[in-house]
């Protein structure tokens, strides 16, 4: 698949693990507190926490303490880690395409302790599972329709919320954060209207929208 695509999406679908001469270590600031990770080349963002994820785990609330979290994309696992620290009692999925992605963030719940983390390939996770909360920094650089098809799976398995979305308080829902200047604004009017979500856009910050999406 990897060869159809531009060389900028080639880390969406690196398939082996990487061999231990070619992780490395880093420190980065993940829910409170500095922890130290493994990371490689060939997964998104390998030498640093990427800008728009900080924006998402800085801007967006407490995830639910309990049931199941999802992280669309896990890359080496920055969200999923967050959340897994933030939710101890919860079940965090990590889901992506990647086998090297899947096997760094695996690694690092390991390396933090975290026996509350699942990581998947997407096919892995059950059909009946519905998500409390969905984070995601979507691979926008995928392609619209890659982009839509992956987003039209997994956001309707969210499980509905009684309150209201501008409420939300306990970081129910989806939470996608997407680049102002890569479409934020017309993903969300095609969340609306092709998945009848309601999508409003939470917050902007450092360039970067905040989409908070419910059923």
């Known amino acids: 698949m990897s060869e159809l695509l ?8 690196t398939g082996e693990p990487a061999r231990d001469d070619e992780r490395r ?6 829910a ?4 130290e990770v493994e990371v490689a080349s060939g997964v998104f963002s390998p030498g640093r926490l990427d800008p728009g994820t900080g924006v998402l785990l800085n801007e967006t609330p407490t995830p639910p303490a309990s049931g199941d979290l999802l992280d669309l994309g896990c890359g080496w696992g920055p969200i999923t880690l967050s959340l897994a ?6 079940t965090v999925w990590a889901v992506d395409i990647s086998r090297r992605a899947l096997d760094l963030t695996l690694r690092n719940a390991q390396r933090l302790g975290l026996a509350n983390v ?3 390939l997407p096919d892995e996770v059950p059909t009946e599972t519905r998500f409390a909360a969905i984070w995601s920094n979507p691979p926008i650089r995928v392609g619209k329709e890659m982009l839509h098809a992956m987003l039209g799976e997994w956001l309707p398995r969210l499980t509905p919320t009684s309150i ?5 308080s306990d970081g129910s829902g989806a939470w996608l954060v997407v680049h102002k200047n890569l479409g934020a604004d017309s993903l969300a009017r095609w969340i609306e209207a092709d998945l009848n979500l309601t999508t ?11 989409l908070h999406v419910s059923r």
């Open 118 to 120: 699942r990581t998947c």
């Open 6 to 13: 531009p060389d900028v999406t080639e880390h969406y679908f």
């Open 85 to 90: 620290l933030a939710a101890p009692d919860a």
């Open 200 to 210: 409003r856009r939470a917050t902007t910050s450092k360039g970067y929208r905040i």
């Open 164 to 168: 209201e979305p501008v409420e939300t």
């Open 32 to 35: 409170g507190r500095e922890v």
């Open 25 to 30: 270590r880093l420190t980065v600031r993940l």
